[in-house]
């Protein structure tokens, strides 16, 4: 399947970035960028879209003051016989931000939208419009489907580096033309401090976009706020946001490193005032759901909840996971009824009657974390493990309990085409699970595959876990920790669906977009 970049594509993208001029990287470093503020309101910060169907989509802008949100939506950019849908008003109680849901949309088209903003006390004083552009799902299969995934932007102090062109990933990963790009967690790094620089292996100097709220761990709502409104700083990823609609999970970094509902934070740690990490998490919740276009959280779903299925024809469900919200506190993992798990029960119950009803030929598991890779939790000293493998090759024990739950419902029922992708560990992997190798057997075999980070420092090859059999067959990772952009290994992956064969390629790619591994998946098995 080819997907090259339409004229009226490149078109949009020409006006996005034209439209958020005013958004520049700054001359001095250490100053954050100054916005110029004419007498209308203004979207310096891009659009996005989000949780795209065959018939409906969600819009995103921010603006510099309060404002009126319109949409226009139309079959080409010329916008002849578009349609208006009128927005919510946009004030400091979300961040001036906001989100506009168009529904009864044409299934398998391309959608060109436009974002004004208007003067609440006079409509007809409008700022200069935004475009953007997404593709709705198709109802039949002919076309197939690609999109990718990867995660960690802006991690272990690795900002907006204007030597490097900033995040120059999305512009690789936008050469692609995806259908959606899949953001599997750490968006942001609320718990990493951005300075002006910092010393590189080589002698040289990494330099970084600074900001205030990025100059100290983030607890307040507004230093949320401000670590959202960072990475949009960067010329790539508006112009990215304004092409590739996208489908957003959380993990850690978005509130602290590690955390886990009920977590208290030691005393000994001085950099957080505010020691409850349920009072920072509902923080920073808050200010994700303010900052991305997604359809359980508010405004959308008052009840809010990131895990959600989001179907994409008859050729892909996603489901997306949240192994953050409802998970039991981070231990050594040894315990032999573990009922809450990395999920938890209402989750878990979910998943397995979603996966069930599920007729699309593929049924891809979003995880924020990997299953079979150890990732140990350090925090302050702890010996305890952050993901669901413990280290232990023997039977399931701990979050193992879970999966191993939900691996057996998927055999009994017959579920065919599923695939887990995930990111977390700052390197890129496949690993193919099967029972023969394994201490728990009752499953059929299955294929995960690991990406990230998009800019964040890069980490060696976690070790695996022999409870469900992995078998690492291709890994890229350095050899140090906290490897920095400027040196590479910064990944994302591909998943191309042929609408003829059903046939599933993963690719996992490095930075510039070169392909580093390749596997082709077949459809209508239980197992591959």
């Known amino acids: ?29 250490g100053a954050a960028p100054a916005f110029a503020r004419s007498g209308r309101p ?17 819009v995103w802008v921010r603006s510099d003051r309060p404002a009126r949100m319109i949409v226009e939506t139309a079959a080409t950019e010329s916008f002849r ?14 961040d001036l931000t906001g989100t506009t849901r168009l529904h009864g949309l044409p299934a398998g088209e391309q959608i060109h939208y436009r974002v004004l903003l ?4 006079d409509p007809r004083r409008t700022g200069e ?3 953007g552009t997404f593709r709705t799902t198709p109802a039949g299969r002919r076309r197939g489907v690609r999109f990718l995934w990867s995660s960690d932007l802006a991690g272990q102090g690795w900002g907006i580096n204007p030597d490097l062109g900033g995040y120059r990933i999305y512009d ?54 401000g670590n959202f409104r960072y990475n949009l700083l960067d010329d790539n990823l508006r112009r990215f946001n304004a092409q590739v609609p996208s489908i957003v999970q959380w993990d850690d970094h978005e509130v602290r490193n590690n955390w886990y509902p009920g977590e208290v934070i030691a005393d000994s740690v001085t950099a957080y005032r505010e020691k409850r990490l349920d009072v920072l998490a509902a923080r920073a919740r808050r200010a994700f759901s303010e900052y991305f276009p997604i ?18 024809g008859p050729l892909l469900d996603v489901f997306v996971l949240d192994m953050r919200t409802y998970r039991d506190a981070n231990s050594p993992g040894t315990q032999a009824s573990d009922p809450v798990g990395i999920l938890g029960a209402e989750q878990l119950a979910w998943l397995k009657r979603e996966l069930a009803r599920s007729r699309a030929v593929w049924k891809v598991i979003a995880a924020d974390m990997p299953l079979g890779l150890v990732v140990p939790d350090t925090t302050e000293g702890r010996p305890n493990f952050e993901a669901v493998a413990q280290g232990d090759p023997g039977r399931p024990l701990g979050r193992e309990l879970q999966i191993a739950e939900l691996l057996r419902f998927v055999k009994h029922r017959r579920i065919t085409g599923t695939v887990w992708l995930t990111a977390d560990v700052h390197h890129t992997s496949a690993q193919h699970y099967q029972p023969s ?14 990406s990230g980070p998009l800019n964040a420092g890069a980490f060696p090859a976690s070790a695996l876990d022999g409870t469900f059999g992995p078998e690492r067959v291709f890994v890229k990772a350095p050899t140090a920790s906290n490897v920095s952009p400027a040196q590479g290994y910064q990944f994302f992956g591909e998943v191309d669906i042929d609408g003829g064969s059903g046939e599933l390629t993963v690719r996992l790619r490095e930075q510039d977009g070169t392909v580093l591994f390749t596997r082709v998946l077949q459809p209508g098995r239980v197992g591959q």
């Not at 208007?118 to 006390?121: I, K, L, M, S």
């Not at 359809?295 to 994409?312: A, Q």
């Not at 394994?438 to 690991?450: M, Q, Y």
């Open 129 to 131: 419009p935004v475009t």
């Open 172 to 225: 690789a990963m936008a050469r692609l033309d995806p259908d959606f790009f899949l953001c599997s967690g750490d968006s942001i790094y609320a718990d990493g401090p951005i300075s002006a620089t910092a010393a590189l292996p080589d002698g040289s100097t990494w330099r970084n976009v600074t900001t205030e709220e990025k100059s100290k761990v983030a607890e307040t709502l507004a230093e949320y706020r």
């Open 118 to 121: 208007a003067d609440p006390d």
């Open 437 to 450: 190798r394994a201490a728990f057997t009752d499953f059929e075999p299955f294929w995960e595959f690991v």
């Open 295 to 312: 359809s359980t959280l508010p405004p959308g779903d008052r009840n809010g909840r990131v895990y959600r299925v989001m179907r994409h």
């Open 42 to 58: 203004a979207a310096p910060w891009g659009v996005q879209a989000g949780d795209v169907t065959a018939h409906s989509g969600l």
């Open 1 to 29: 399947m080819s997907h090259p970049p339409s004229p009226a594509r490149r078109s949009v993208l020409r006006g996005a970035l034209a439209a958020s001029a005013a958004v520049t990287l700054p001359t001095t470093l």
């Open 81 to 94: 016989q578009a349609r208006r849908w009128h927005g919510p008003l946009l004030g400091p109680g979300t």
